[in-house]
C-alpha cells in the first residue's frame, strides 16, 4: 500500500515557481525610505495626491513606472507577474485588442489573414459578412 502512494506523489506536476511582487507595505516603506512619499510624487508629477498609491492595488503602467523610477529600478523588479519577459506590460484580458467573445476573436483572426478592408470597420455585421 505505501508503494501506492508513492507512485501517486510521482505522477503529479511539480509546483510551478511563483514570481512574487512586492507587497504594499514594501513599497510604502522603501518610498518613505527615500525622504518622500507617495503623495508628495504624486503632486510632483501633476496629479491628485491619492493617483500614483493606486498602482500598489491594480496594474496601472504609467504609475508603476513612475514608482519605479523614483527608487531606481525598473517596475519589473517590484510588479513581476504584471510584466512580460521583455519588459512589456501584461494586460489584464490576454493581450490587448482581443476582446472577450470567443466568436468575435476567431472573425477578427479571419479579418486579419484576408487582410481585407473591414478591418478597421466597427460593423459588427459586416465583420461577420467577411468572415462567412
Known amino acids: 500500500m505505501f508503494n501506492f502512494y508513492k ?35 504624486s503632486r510632483q508629477h501633476g496629479y491628485c495626491p491619492q493617483v500614483i498609491g493606486q498602482a500598489l492595488y491594480k496594474p496601472y503602467p504609467k504609475y508603476e513606472r ?24 501584461k494586460s489584464g484580458r490576454g493581450e490587448r485588442g482581443l476582446g472577450r467573445h470567443p466568436s468575435r476573436l476567431s472573425a477578427a483572426l479571419k479579418i486579419k489573414a484576408n487582410h ?11 465583420l461577420d459578412k467577411v468572415a462567412a
Not at 505522477?11 to 508628495?40: F, M, N, Y
Not at 527608487?71 to 507577474?81: D, E, F, N, R, V
Not at 481585407?116 to 459586416?126: K, L, P, Q
Open 116 to 126: 481585407t478592408t473591414a478591418e478597421n470597420s466597427r460593423n459588427v455585421n459586416a
Open 66 to 89: 513612475i514608482i519605479a523610477e523614483h527608487l531606481g529600478l525598473t517596475p519589473q523588479t517590484i510588479w513581476p507577474s504584471r510584466y512580460h519577459l521583455d519588459g512589456s506590460p
Open 7 to 41: 507512485v501517486l506523489n510521482m505522477l503529479k506536476k511539480p509546483a510551478k515557481e511563483k514570481v512574487q511582487d512586492w507587497h504594499s507595505a514594501d513599497v510604502v516603506a522603501a518610498v518613505h525610505k527615500s525622504g518622500t512619499s507617495l503623495q508628495r510624487i
